[in-house]
């Protein structure tokens, strides 16, 4: 008997475009790059303000520059994707059953929503909108 | 079973195939009893439950629990066949049908107990239970009939043991209930299981190793003279097909001494046709030709078995019905039968007295008329 | 019925001939209502006898007959030509080893199967004469969806952390051993830990989610793992607490 079994390779680079899937994936992945890179902004912003009118000042004229608003708006669509994708997977994380039904999947995302909602909200309220 | 049968053990009870009463036309998908446990009916072309014609039993009060539909499978097959006779079946281009209704059920009794059944029906014959009744018919789904073995799972060769649908204890008999298949594997694999382990446990190994070793290297020559072999003008699928033919025209739910004797030779002249198969694929490498032509070998063993069994068998019991024979003959076939492997001619039938030990033979009544 | 010609591109490897593996084409006329493996089947019955490839029941069960169609990890005998366009490409499961044509190597799976002890750890062996463990609907009801595997490794094919991970325990068996640590009768999670939770278990995957999306029973093999990363983490945390049994 001569097995000589063949394994086939798969690219570490371009594996995820050879399907949807993958690429949504991806998408999902990488909005963390972007959130991240948001992060460090306002971390930039606290380290202006905490230097005076002047720095804080010149750091609101750059965001308001056209490559800033298209990071912004960017990292904002990504952030909704990666949140939303993310509570609609919630249920298959966290499955709650009561008796012998499962809760619709529905009740929880929606929780999810709702508490966003609820966050947002508490936020806005704070910084006096 | 054709190992255990070349080897010398013999077959018994081959004659007993079982057709389940619903199939779905061309693949052959099985559509479980189940459906019928749950309420489902079976009604022919006229929207009639045509079972009540045929001893099972009065259609109404209904729902009950021993519904017509519930009767033994090789009675609702042969029903079909009669309903097919007289013209009230369901033409398809998969063969002639009749319908398993499920609508009433409703789609949350479908849901819940029968998801499989649904998917199915959608899947494979475009309908959906919840809105329309399913196509169905017989599909040969089990062998009563195998390996002749004891109650421990012990064949006449000894060191072999055999359980399952391959063996023929008999606690089936002529026709098997839904569900005993099952219970039938567990109970007599763990005897087989035991059995085995005690015997190798308690013996000697008296290993010839001489004498295996010569057995194994002949097996081997046989196997390779198959896949070397050249020149020959059979091939495995067209083999395979006219012996699906010939048993299910000669050897199916109603059976008569013509269609049996043409089954008989038909499957005698393709014993020896096999012998002029030549395989395509000469590899060694998961030779999936070889295996077919390996399988399809013993299947033409074990279906001359089932013709010869059946053509002796001159009475009608369970699942083995004759147009010419109708009665059931208990003077003279309250026997199993036993086809002994002949290498160059038909198979050798013998007879051996049923052992009764608590219930005499009855009458079969079903719809609830106890005697 | 009508007939459709449709042109099968299937990927062939004869490890006694070959170096690697090549396409092979073939025209089948075909009813519309056969699935992809009724045109195998036609091919090697009347085409070429030295394909080869596993099936078995025809009806979406046994598992045996998963390959890649048109680049999707699928069951043949569930694929239906209606669904599909006149050229379809027939390749061997991906992420296994090609033994020969259709048919791929399945040890490392039937090994990470068995790694995870999938069978049921009772508290106490109860003699079968001591009657049976009782269970209500409820219980049964909780890890039932993870009994329905049939271990077709549909899931392993459509995993990108296996293709480029091979030590990655996979989708079927850590949801494998789901189905026994949420059964009611098992009390062996911490004996499933070392190779559950282990950096090749639960915590190689990134919910990707392929798997749950390929799965024909809809075992949801990614609520599986992520149930039992959480499952994990907790009692990661409460093992700090003193006195906790382990």
Known sequence: ?129 | MAMAYRAGVPLKDMEFVQYHPTGLPGTGILITEGSRGEGGILVNKDGYRYLQDYDLGPPDPWPRKKAMELGPRDRLSQAFWHEAQKGRTIDTPHGDVVHLDLRHLGEKKIDERLPMVRDLAISYVGVDPVHDPIPVRPVVHYTMGGIDCDIDAKTSLEGLYAAGECACVSINGANRLGSNSLTELLVFGARAGRGAAELASSTESHADEAAIREQAETAQKRVGGLVQRAGGSESVAGLRREMNTTMETGAGIYRTEDSLGQSCVTMSDLRQRYANVELEDKSNVYNTDLIQALELGAMIDVAEAIAVSAINRKESRGSHQRLDFVERDDKTYLKHSLAHYDANNEPRIEYRDVVITRSQPGERVYGGEQK | ?246
Not at chain 1, 10 to 25: C, L
Not at chain 1, 31 to 53: D, P, T
Not at chain 1, 90 to 113: D, F, N, R, S, V
Not at chain 3, 39 to 58: E, P, Q
Request: charge should be negative; include cysteine; charged fraction near 20%.
């Open chain 1, 1 to 129: 008997m001569s097995r000589k079994p063949y394994i086939r390779s798969v690219s570490t680079t371009s594996w995820w475009t050879v399907q949807p899937r993958y690429i949504r994936y991806m998408a999902r992945e990488v909005s963390c790059v972007l959130i991240g890179a948001y992060s460090a902004v306002v971390v930039i912003g606290l380290l202006r303000l905490a230097e005076g009118a002047a720095a804080w000042n010149a750091f609101l004229e750059c965001l308001q520059k056209p490559t800033s608003i298209a990071f912004h708006l960017l990292a904002l669509a990504f952030a909704l994707y990666h949140t939303t994708t993310w509570f609609n997977v919630t249920p298959k994380a966290m499955p709650i059953q009561l008796g012998e039904t499962q809760l619709p999947g529905g009740i929880i995302i929606g929780a999810h929503y709702a508490g966003w909602v609820v966050v947002s909200v508490v936020i806005l309220f704070l910084v006096g909108v």
């Open chain 3, 1 to 246: 019925m009508s007939e459709r010609q449709v042109e099968l591109e299937i990927l062939r490897y004869n490890p006694e001939t070959d170096d690697e593996p090549s396409f092979q084409t073939f025209q089948v006329p075909c009813p519309e209502d056969w699935v992809v493996l009724d045109a195998i089947n036609y091919v090697k019955d009347n085409l070429d006898r030295s394909l080869s490839y596993r099936w078995s029941c025809h009806m979406a069960v046994c598992g045996s007959c998963g390959m890649m169609i048109n680049g999707e990890p699928t069951l043949s005998c569930k694929s239906f030509l209606r669904d599909l366009p006149d050229k379809i490409r027939i390749e061997p499961l991906a992420n296994f080893p090609i033994e020969r044509d259709l048919v791929v190597v399945m040890d490392d799976f039937m090994n990470k199967l068995g790694s995870v002890k999938p069978y049921l750890i009772p508290s106490e062996q109860k003699a079968v004469e001591n009657g049976s463990y009782l269970q209500s609907p409820a219980q049964l009801k909780k890890f039932k969806q993870y009994t329905l595997c049939i271990n077709c490794t549909l899931c392993y094919a459509a995993c990108p952390q296996y293709a480029h991970n091979e030590g990655f325990v996979g989708p079927a068996a850590l949801a494998l051993a789901h189905r026994y640590n949420l059964d009611s009768r098992d009390v062996g999670r911490s004996a499933r830990q070392d190779v559950v939770a282990s950096n090749e278990g639960i915590w190689e995957c990134s919910f990707v989610g392929a798997c749950s999306d390929v799965c024909p029973e809809h075992v949801d093999p990614a609520g599986a793992i992520q149930q039992t990363k959480i499952a994990s983490t907790l009692d990661y945390f409460l093992d700090l607490l003193p006195g906790r049994n382990q």
